[in-house]
């Protein structure tokens, strides 16, 4: 055995140990998202397929990039121990990372979104607040008013009945 062999080998090995890594960091971006955002039966059902294929792709394109696409073993052990490395160093800090990270992207565009509409809400108090104010302030003044406006009808309709009631009498 020639040490070209043997570095190729171990070369081989380290590429499939990383694309290990590689896929149980995908599964983790996976579970987070799908914790995050709790899909549907149809949406979880697109996902897994989505998820699976963007593994399938990962673990040729690892075989093809250090092997040529010759499948052996030791890549499969190679697949086993990164994911088993990776679960083991890197999982629970990569998910509370990743859990952070979208908490404050999350309360970043809630706070944008509110940035962005409370010129909308003061232009609405500006309008509706002096409106409501000047409704409570004048509602007295217009029910008087339209006793004052309605006035000539009344005296106009009590002059016709007193008017008809004295014709009536006689």
């Not at 971006?29 to 294929?53: C, E, H, M």
């Not at 108090?125 to 339209?146: E, G, H, M």
Request: with cysteine; aromatic share 18%.
């Amino acid at each position: 055995m020639d040490m070209y062999s043997v570095y190729h080998e171990t070369y081989v090995l380290l590429g499939t140990i990383y694309g290990g890594i590689l896929i149980g960091f995908i599964y983790d971006l996976y579970k987070v998202f799908r914790g995050v955002f709790s899909p549907k039966k149809l949406a979880t059902n697109l996902q897994d397929i989505l998820f699976w294929s963007i593994i399938t792709m990962v673990a040729f394109y690892v075989l093809i990039f250090t092997n040529q696409g010759q499948l052996r073993f030791y890549n499969f052990l190679g697949f086993i121990i990164g994911v088993l490395v990776y679960y083991y160093l890197l999982s629970k800090t990569i998910i509370r990372t990743l859990v952070f990270v979208i908490r404050v992207m999350k309360e970043f565009m809630i706070n944008l979104w509110n940035l962005l509409v409370y010129p909308v809400k003061v232009g609405i108090c500006l309008i509706s607040v002096p409106c409501s104010y000047c409704k409570k302030k004048t509602k007295p003044v217009y029910y008087k008013a339209r006793r004052v406006f309605k006035l000539p009808r009344r005296i106009a309709s009590d002059c016709k009945r007193t008017v008809l009631h004295y014709f009536k009498k006689k």
